[in-house]
């Protein structure tokens, strides 16, 4: 199984928005809707920032969004913070009851 | 609140056997909405999926480690096990023990601190 697409690097300046992309396959992101994005910190483990394409667990902040078009995922940061700078991964099930993450992608605040 | 601790050798030799324990503490293992996975993470690269297992002991593995992987489940004893055969350098990895939720799509929403294995001679 492939790993699913993302931009190695995003960056953006404080207070606007970006988006980051996962492009999967009819097998994965298209074939169901169970993507998941991980934020993570160097040295640290990976946090669940959304589920369920674009459900945030309690306690993630609403500037984290999540949507789907097709084999394609994406998550938005609205009102970028210092603090968003970190690594993010998507993930999502298969149709083969396994799980598949993207390479991930190094957000970098300006 | 639940938290995961991963345990076991940090140095392995080529060739020989990785095995690993995850203890689950604040809530039972034995839950019918949760899978209990194994994720490792090469030294600056992504996340790679080893395999999830319920705890009736169904398992799930990633097709390219299947040969040389058991995930194990203890649920008397709310633990879980990794075990993975003849190891290379490739296997260097942080691992992490985490949740995986049905009710949350599938999600990994509890992980564990991660463990550093090095596989060298």
């Known amino acids: 199984q492939s790993a699913l697409t993302q931009p190695a690097s995003v960056s953006g300046s404080p207070g606007q928005s970006i988006t980051i992309s996962c492009i999967g396959t009819s097998s994965d992101i298209g074939g169901y809707n169970y993507v998941s994005w991980y934020q993570q910190y160097p040295g640290k483990a990976p946090k669940l920032l959304i589920y369920?394409?674009?459900s945030r667990p309690s306690g993630v902040s609403n500037r984290f969004s999540g949507s789907k078009s097709g084999d394609t995922a994406s998550l938005t940061i609205s009102g970028l913070q210092a603090e968003d700078e970190a690594d993010y991964y998507c993930s999502s099930y298969t149709i083969r009851s396994t799980v598949l993450f993207g390479g991930g992608t190094k957000v970098t605040v300006l | 609140q639940l938290q995961l601790q991963e345990s076991g050798p940090g140095l392995v030799k080529p060739s020989e056997t990785l095995s690993l324990t995850c203890t689950v503490s604040g809530g039972p293992i034995g839950s019918s909405s949760y899978y209990w996975a194994w994720i490792r993470q090469p030294p600056g690269k992504t996340l790679e999926w080893i395999g999830n297992i319920y705890y009736t002991g169904r398992t799930d593995y990633n097709p390219s480690l299947r040969s040389r992987v058991t995930i194990s489940v203890d649920t008397s004893m709310d633990h879980f096990s990794l075990s993975l055969n003849s190891v290379t350098a490739a296997d260097t990895a942080v691992y992490y023990c985490a949740r995986l939720g049905i009710i949350v799509g599938y999600g990994l929403d509890v992980w564990g601190q991660g463990t550093t294995v090095t596989v060298s001679s």
């Open positions: 369920d394409v674009s």
